[in-house]
């Protein structure tokens, strides 16, 4: 069984085990600090029956007028709860949370380019590239912004991909 529940201070203690993973960017303390206190509603944590972390999920509501929206700053599941519909599980929690309590247009994610079973499931969950960003992580490696329209976003302008890649300085990051 699954429990999955708001993520709380005292799981900076716990997941360490689920960022071993190449793949999962880990960040300071401070970092994730910021997110409980601004962005509570979007970050969660699951946990097996036995309190053991399965998965979490960080987000956060960003972005001006048309702009404004949940943004997936880190989604991981560890090795042995994947496949399972985890991801899309809380995938779901951070849309419903960027829709309904900060009322955004959309919600994106960006993933490295040759992550293409983050990219296979993302386009599974309804996301679609919106642009490359060039040498996004650490210089060396470019990143795909991919988005979901959100129904206050009527018309899609949103999820409209550039015909172009951004770098960095140039992307609204």
């Known amino acids: 069984?699954?429990?999955?529940?708001?993520?709380?201070?005292?799981?900076?203690?716990?997941?360490?085990s689920i960022n071993l993973d190449f793949?999962?960017?880990t960040y300071y303390l401070?970092?994730?600090?910021?997110?409980?206190a601004s962005w509570?509603?979007?970050?969660?944590?699951?946990?097996d029956v036995n309190g053991r972390p399965m998965g979490y999920i960080l987000g956060k509501a960003?972005?001006?007028?048309?702009?404004?929206?949940?943004?997936?700053?880190?989604?991981?599941?560890?090795?042995e709860y994947r496949r399972i519909g985890l991801a899309d599980r809380l995938m779901h929690i951070l849309e419903e949370g960027s829709e309904k309590v900060h009322n955004?247009?959309?919600?994106?994610?960006?993933?490295?380019?040759?992550?293409?079973?983050?990219?296979?499931?993302?386009?599974?969950?309804?996301?679609?590239?919106?642009?490359?960003?060039?040498?996004?992580?650490?210089?060396?490696?470019?990143?795909?912004d991919m988005r979901k329209a959100l129904p206050r976003d009527v018309?899609?302008?949103s999820i409209i991909p550039l015909k172009h890649p951004v770098y960095p300085t140039d992307a609204d990051l």
């Open 40 to 47: 509570p509603s979007l970050l969660s944590m699951a946990e």
């Open 30 to 36: 401070p970092f994730y600090c910021q997110y409980l």
């Open 23 to 25: 793949l999962t960017e």
């Open 62 to 79: 960003e972005g001006e007028g048309e702009n404004w929206h949940g943004h997936v700053t880190a989604l991981t599941v560890a090795p």
């Open 104 to 144: 955004g247009y959309f919600v994106d994610l960006f993933v490295r380019k040759s992550n293409s079973l983050a990219i296979n499931m993302y386009n599974k969950f309804g996301y679609t590239v919106y642009r490359t960003v060039i040498g996004y992580y650490s210089g060396d490696e470019d990143a795909l």
């Open 1 to 16: 069984m699954t429990t999955i529940r708001r993520f709380v201070c005292d799981d900076l203690f716990k997941f360490n």
């Open 155 to 157: 018309e899609k302008k």
